[in-house]
């Protein structure tokens, strides 16, 4: 009887040692999803303004602004990579 006691308490702690471990990887995977629409909103707000500044012409700050923006959706592909 004691025996069973102990595999029983022992059966039950780990249990709850992995629900817990099962709800902070739940939290963590929101926070990743959560990161990742922010970064895919960034990037698409960037590309819309990069299409902007093609549709106004093609002078020379605009060219500028647009490798600024171009270097910047980079970034962010390499932080959805990561994520």
Partial sequence: MEREKK????AELQARRLQT?????Q???ADLERNLH???RAKESLE????NLAADGD???SLK???GLRSRIA???VQVEDA
């Fill in 38 to 40: 922010t970064v895919q």
């Fill in 65 to 67: 602004i647009t490798a």
């Fill in 27 to 29: 939290e963590q995977t």
């Fill in 75 to 77: 970034e962010l592909e």
């Fill in 21 to 25: 471990e099962l709800r902070s990887a």
């Fill in 59 to 61: 002078s020379a700050n």
């Fill in 48 to 51: 819309t303004e990069i299409g």
């Fill in 7 to 10: 595999i029983r308490e022992t």
